[in-house]
């Protein structure tokens, strides 16, 4: 959500706009991204690209990512480039939808080249520094601060049972990346989502366009009877009335999970944050539930 708002600031100061080519933008030559992906695309996940790694893949399949190409070698954006950008792509640009933190790395390059800072410090300077998020930034896992959290992973056996923790330092990117990875707080958090949602970092046009859906999310369509739809950065889902109940983003890394929704109907902001991975979404289906069941 921070590089989309971040991408919209840009293009509400003509640096370029949502019909650019990522392409001619970044004067990409002899990768098998398309010429026709622009940056409305890559927002969307409707670029068709080859990503990095399939959402949907192993816990095997990461660890096969990082035999030739250590994990603790990417430390820049540039160096995930070469894991997707000569690969051939996926589907036909716009088709469909399908989340590409590959497409969320280059928006993050067309940040630094329009802002000329890195990505990180113009995420501190414009999103960090206006929203009053003194507790965030973007911390490596092989730094030491107070007050940060570790992460950690259970090793079961064939049975299911827990036999053992681990900690993420060899699963884990070792740093952020313009396709997650920054900490925060839970309050800091609300901080950002209550100032989006009010306007404070966007100008009404395209605060405007981040709370609203831009395209169909076929493969959880349905999921709990309801629509479901992405923008830039926004997951939604909708009633059988196309109203929109909730928005908001998914956090998922070895170690971390994270939730990020808000109810606009309701002005209710709801952050959970754990050093365990894939825990934050079932608890946050308890808390819709309730939140669902209090309005009825």
């Not at 893949?57 to 603790?72: R, T």
């Not at 540039?78 to 790395?105: H, R, T």
């Not at 070792?174 to 901080?191: E, F, Q």
């Amino acid at each position: 959500m921070f590089t989309a708002v971040s991408i919209l600031q840009l293009i509400e100061k003509d640096r370029f706009d949502l019909n650019t080519s990522i392409v001619k933008y970044l004067v990409l030559k002899n990768t098998k991204i398309p010429e026709e992906v622009t940056i409305h695309h890559l927002l969307t996940h409707t670029s068709g690209i080859a990503d990095y790694f399939d959402e949907s893949g192993s816990d095997e399949d990461w660890e096969k990512l990082w035999v030739d190409k250590p994990i603790y070698t990417i430390r820049k954006l540039s160096d995930y480039f070469p894991l997707f950008a000569y690969n051939a792509p996926e589907f036909k640009v716009g088709e469909k939808f399908k989340y590409s933190g590959a497409g969320y790395i280059l928006l993050g390059l067309v940040i630094e080249k329009a802002s000329r800072i890195s990505y990180f410090d113009y995420v501190r300077k414009n999103i960090y520094f206006k929203s009053n998020m003194k507790d965030s930034d973007f911390i490596s896992l092989d730094e030491v601060h107070e007050n940060i959290a570790e992460g950690y992973e259970p090793v079961k056996d064939k049975e299911g049972n827990i036999v053992l923790w681990k900690r993420n330092i060899y699963t884990a990117t070792p740093t952020a990346a313009s396709d997650g990875g920054a900490t925060s707080t839970a309050l800091d958090l609300i901080h950002f989502i209550q100032l989006l949602r009010n306007g404070k970092l966007l100008t009404n046009e395209m605060t405007k366009k981040i709370l609203e859906p831009h395209v169909l999310d076929e493969g959880s369509n349905g999921h709990r009877g309801y629509i479901w739809k992405y923008g830039y950065a926004n997951w939604f889902i909708l009633d059988q009335d196309n109203n929109i109940v909730r928005g908001g983003h998914t956090g998922e890394e070895y170690g971390v999970s994270c939730r990020l929704y808000y109810y606009p109907s309701l002005n209710i902001d709801v952050v959970i944050l754990a050093n365990q991975g894939w825990c934050a979404g079932s608890f946050g289906w308890d808390i819709h539930d309730i939140i669902m069941k209090r309005i009825k």
